[in-house]
């Protein structure tokens, strides 16, 4: 197979980082830098390194539910040394990475995972994977802004595609909102508030696809299931399917 679908199916990054890796020559194949585009490897035949370490398809795919706290970046390292969502995973042997992220601010439920394939399904925008929130607003919500939000609103120079929003709470102090989205833009919920003429103070994701956070503790983790792990990947055959209609 073509050298960077094997480094993402290792779980290295996306396809296209991983081609900027090649190209910049921080992959070896059996000992030679391979920064030709094209390259292509044997699994279990060819010997593949990156930056001198060696990468190997994990035969032991995981993925675990995290409810994240507020502060915790998600990605897997931090310059500034603030704790990232992999420090909730001292105790686990797998190379885990983030599926997607979450602004450090927002709350709930993160899947963390070694399984490349299962990461690329999830995050990929062709899949329109839904992600449920509760957002927690100052003041009222107006049934007009309720409907801007179902409707979708600019960002960047272009409309959110429809989301689905109930208002579970609503007086002069404070509202809150359940809504429901497909895509995953920078800070896209929260956007979508401002947009809409309201400011969110807490944001918390509360279910991706099928799958609940339940009454998973913030900063606990547990390990998902096959059927629950299925359920994510059927859902992400569905999207795609309503896409292509
Ligand atoms: N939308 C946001 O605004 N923030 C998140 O973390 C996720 C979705």
Do not use: W
Not at 20 to 42: F, M, Q, S, W, Y
Not at 51 to 69: A, F, I, Q
Not at 127 to 136: G, P
């Amino acid at each position: 197979m073509r050298l960077q679908r094997y480094l993402a199916l290792c779980g290295v990054a996306s396809r296209r980082k991983c081609e900027a890796l090649i190209a910049a020559g921080r992959v070896r194949v059996n000992g030679a830098v391979a920064d030709r585009p094209g390259t292509t490897v044997v699994h279990g035949a060819d010997r593949v390194e990156l930056d001198g370490r060696p990468v190997e398809l994990e035969s032991e795919t995981v993925c675990y539910m995290l409810h994240k706290e507020s502060g915790v970046i998600s990605t897997c390292s931090d310059p500034r040394g603030r704790p990232t969502v992999l420090s909730y995973f001292t105790g686990v042997k797998q190379r885990l990475y983030p599926v997607g992220r979450l602004d450090s601010d927002t709350e709930g439920l993160l899947l963390v995972t070694n399984d490349g394939m299962l990461a690329h399904r999830l995050t990929h925008p062709r899949f329109e994977v839904e992600k449920t929130y509760v957002a927690y607003l100052r003041g009222q919500i107006a049934g007009r802004q309720a409907r801007m939000l179902e409707r979708g609103v600019e960002l960047d120079g272009a409309r959110t595609a429809p989301a689905r929003v109930e208002v579970l709470e609503s007086d002069s102090g404070r509202s809150t909102v359940r809504i429901v989205v497909r895509e995953g833009r920078n800070r896209q919920v929260r956007r979508m508030f401002e947009a809409a003429g309201l400011q969110v103070f807490r944001l918390v994701r509360v279910q991706i696809g099928p799958l609940p956070l339940g009454t998973l503790k913030p900063g606990k983790y547990r390990k998902l299931g096959p059927h629950e792990v299925q359920r994510l990947l059927d859902e992400a055959a569905a999207g795609e399917f309503d896409t292509v209609k």
